[in-house]
């Protein structure tokens, strides 16, 4: 019989993942780097945490081999080890959608009403696409978009739109795209361009689900 104590380190090590995540600001922080590398400091901007707390959680992450780091000049940069961390999250919020009680409150309070919101799914948005009968907008922060992307997509950051909207040609039928799923910036990009009169749907996930279907991209 195999020893007791020999299988509980094992187990304990293969939990080690779940228990570096199991931290909603660590959660926040892969969700960020899903979408590519990016400093402590713009990291501690994205996550509303000071640089230190935004450090410490890093470190843990990085002990537990869930993100990698690397030096230029006196910044440290952070990205996600290989795309499987990407995936864990992903089925990780998945089961919290299916079992977690009060989770679409929880939302919908963040989110706000999204029951007149147009969505497209992956699967359409790639056909029109081909059709080239579509103005796609990635509208994250220009490193994301650096970093990877849909293609074809436009960058126009959300924190641009309103100054950008004559960028968008008239007549243009939009999707917008942000992060994943609970990412505020393609509803907001929605909600803009449609009281400006102009057709406009939110692709029903994110760019790492785009990613993760091995649908087209760009960059990176």
């Not at 290989?82 to 919290?96: C, E, I, K």
Request: hydrophobic content about 40%; glycine content about 8%.
């Amino acid at each position: 019989m195999a020893d007791h104590g020999a299988k509980a380190a094992l187990y304990d090590a293969l939990a080690e993942s779940a228990k570096a995540l199991a931290n909603g600001r660590r959660a926040e922080l892969v969700d960020v780097l899903a979408q590519g590398e990016r400093s402590v400091e713009d990291l501690a901007a994205e996550i509303d945490q000071t640089v230190a707390n935004t450090s410490q959680h890093l470190q843990r992450l990085l002990r537990s081999g869930l993100v990698e780091s690397r030096r230029e000049g006196t910044r440290i940069y952070y990205s996600l080890s290989s795309p499987v961390v990407g995936d864990l999250w992903r089925t990780m919020r998945r089961a919290a959608q299916e079992h977690v009680a009060g989770l679409e409150q929880l939302a919908a309070d963040y989110l706000g009403d999204r029951s007149k919101l147009r969505t497209m799914t992956r699967d359409d948005l790639r056909a029109r696409l081909r059709a080239g009968d579509v103005v796609v907008l990635d509208v994250r922060p220009e490193t994301e978009f650096a970093a990877g992307h849909i293609r074809g997509a436009v960058s126009i950051p959300i924190t641009d739109l309103k100054s950008r909207l004559g960028d968008i040609p008239d007549g243009a039928d939009v999707v917008a795209y942000c992060r994943g799923p609970y990412c505020v910036y393609a509803d907001e990009a929605v909600r803009v361009l449609t009281r400006k009169g102009v057709a406009a749907a939110r692709l029903e996930d994110g760019f790492p689900e785009w990613v993760e279907a091995r649908l087209p991209v760009s960059g990176g």
